[in-house]
């Protein structure tokens, strides 16, 4: 999802916070249409699911002749062996380098910016840095992939995971300042006052008020960045070329194309994949969920 | 603790607009630099390079009009043009209307609607590549789940014929972005003041009746957000189409973003890909604009507060 369509919606979702919040909608007619849909695509959308789980533990030759909506009769554990095997440790421990290398200093950079945006709205050249990162919002990655590319090879980074975690670093900034100085924006100018009066510099003011009362803001933020470097596709694609270099998504293409219709092993390999971020989805569902549908407009 | 004076370098300072300003400028270097770098500069380098002529490794020479005279007369753009359409109108008018219902349905608030939000949320957290994979796999006219149920009707070559091609293409994107929007409208939906459905039932209007007259006009704007973000979005599918048809079969799935990847990083013709990169941020950037127009807001919106 581009960067763009989230700032849409940042400003919808303002447009909606000023209606009323009223709760419940008892006493009316059932929505038939909408329920039967409702269920309906619920079965769309767990039927492949399903059929991935079970099928990855079914062996090659089973599969061909089992029902495939039935879950194998003897499990087995063949199939994550081999993709274990295939390298899939050191492919899961690349993803989680860059991730983790990109998103905390994205955020970090960003909450610092947001905070001077906030701060310091008086000065042109932070006004006109704010409108610069809001402008950052429309462009999309792919359309920047080329000089990009030529940026990382000048840089002498190509096939590095410095590589990916350099272009993802900049293109979380815009959304992440944008979503951050809307919520710094909303702490009372009088907290900075006292702050100021106690004698705090702005870095500790930043540390010790903004960074506290802007927790769930970063939570969002960092979730939403996460989950879109983790699953991020081009930008290995273009920039790593050694196999020891690849992080989970290209790992999992390269290993699609190796294995060609041993789909147990394959969606195998899906599974693992997906596995990390669906743990974190249910440790942190509340989190993500009024992040992305909330949080944002916020 | 707040009797200690102030030191006398801040007590000169008016504070109206948030103190002293000129102390925390520098705080948004590090992210203006790391944006100025990987975002402005490519932005401004796809340009330049549209003018060039470079295969990806070797010098990068001056090539004047040669790429975009390539490209503009080359039938592969604007096929790639209607491709990127097509799929961008086929999503958007099986998406909205199913997201609209689903989440005018998940606005209620009963317990079991909350964890159907749940579940919902998960096509969301699987990687296009993942996905990708996923549906290739599916739907496999010899190993897949329809020759493996022997149903007639999903035993097709799907990926093998271009128009049953656009047509998973728009599914899966349908299968990973309509809970998505579902979860929008649910949103939109209970922003919807109660009482004005109050106000209808007392006039006798019908389920129906209050859909059309008070939940379709109150989502006006919800729509148009939920539409840009599918239709901007659309541009940029680059993963899920790669890796599900590479662009096939033939060409048939070849939008934009995919005919600039093969034009640039696999036939080395990075010019004429920048070329087709600077199209893309124009379409992007016209259709962004276009829909906000649509919605009256004028440039309120994105700008509003900043």
Do not use: C
Not at chain 1, 6 to 16: E, H, I, L, M, P
């Amino acid at each position: 999802m581009t960067t763009l369509t989230t700032g849409a919606r940042t400003a919808d979702a303002q447009q909606q916070q000023e209606a009323p919040r009223r709760r419940g909608r008892r006493g009316m007619a059932r929505n038939w249409i909408g329920g039967t849909l409702g269920w309906l695509w619920l079965l769309i959308v767990l039927v492949p699911i399903y059929w991935i789980v079970i099928t990855s533990f079914k062996t090659q030759s089973t599969y061909f002749v089992e029902n495939p909506l039935v879950p194998a009769k003897d499990p087995t554990l063949e199939n994550y062996r081999l993709v274990l095997e295939a390298g899939f440790v050191r492919y899961f421990m690349n993803s989680v380098i860059i991730t983790i290398g990109a998103v905390v200093p994205a955020v970090a950079i960003s909450f610092m910016a947001a905070y001077a945006i906030v701060r310091g709205s008086g000065k042109r050249f932070l006004r006109w840095t704010n409108s610069l990162f809001l402008m950052g919002l429309a462009i999309p990655l792919q359309a920047v992939i080329i000089p990009v590319y030529l940026i990382i090879i000048k840089l002498k980074m190509y096939d590095t995971l410095g590589a990916i975690i350099l272009p993802s670093i900049a293109f979380a900034i815009p959304l992440s300042v944008l979503v951050l100085t809307n919520f710094i924006r909303d702490v009372p100018k009088e907290l900075f006052e006292s702050m100021r009066m106690d004698g705090a510099t702005e870095w500790g003011t930043l540390l010790h008020l903004a960074f506290p009362l802007t927790r769930p803001a970063l939570v969002t933020v960092t979730i939403y960045h996460g989950l879109t470097i983790w699953n991020g596709f081009l930008l290995p694609l273009v920039l790593i070329q050694s196999p020891d270099n690849r992080p989970l998504p290209l790992a999992l293409w390269n290993f699609q194309g190796q294995y060609g219709t041993n789909f147990p092993a394959i969606l195998a390999s899906v599974v693992l994949t997906t596995l990390p971020i669906l743990v974190m989805y249910a440790v942190g569902r509340r989190q993500l969920l009024s992040g992305l549908t909330a949080g944002f407009g916020k | 603790m707040t009797t200690v004076a102030p030191p006398p370098l801040r007590v000169d300072r008016p504070t109206s607009s948030g103190g002293r300003s000129g102390g925390v400028a520098w705080m948004a270097v590090p992210a203006l630099i790391m944006f100025l770098i990987f975002g402005v500069v490519p932005l401004v380098g796809v340009l330049a390079l549209s003018f060039a002529q470079w295969d990806g490794i070797g010098e990068i020479k001056p090539a004047g009009l040669d790429a975009w005279q390539s490209v503009l007369s080359d039938p592969g753009l604007p096929h790639a043009l209607w491709v990127t359409f097509l799929i961008m109108a086929l999503s958007w008018l099986f998406q909205t209307p199913l997201s609209l219902l689903i989440g005018v349905f998940l606005a209620g608030h009963e317990r079991y609607r909350e964890w159907l939000a749940v579940l919902y949320f998960i096509p969301l957290l699987l990687s296009s590549a993942a996905l990708a994979i996923t549906f290739k796999a599916l739907l496999d006219p010899n190993f897949g789940l329809g020759s493996g149920l022997g149903i007639e009707f999903l035993n097709q070559d799907w990926l093998g014929e271009s128009k049953l091609a656009v047509g998973v293409v728009v599914f899966v994107v349908s299968w990973q972005f309509i809970p998505f929007h579902s979860l929008i409208y649910q949103g939109g939906v209970r922003q919807i003041p109660r009482a004005m459905y109050e106000a209808a039932q007392i006039d006798g209007a019908g389920r129906m009746r209050q859909f059309f007259s008070i939940t379709l006009p109150q989502l006006k704007y919800t729509i148009i957000t939920s539409s840009t973000l599918m239709v901007v979005g659309s541009l940029t599918f680059f993963d899920l189409i790669f890796v599900l048809t590479a662009g096939g079969p033939g060409d048939a799935t070849r939008a934009l973003a995919l005919d600039m990847y093969q034009r640039g990083f696999m036939a080395g013709l990075m010019g004429p890909a920048s070329v087709i990169a600077v199209i893309l941020v124009l379409v992007g950037l016209g259709l962004a604009l276009g829909l906000r127009r649509l919605g009256g807001r004028g440039d309120e919106s994105q700008l509003e507060g900043a």
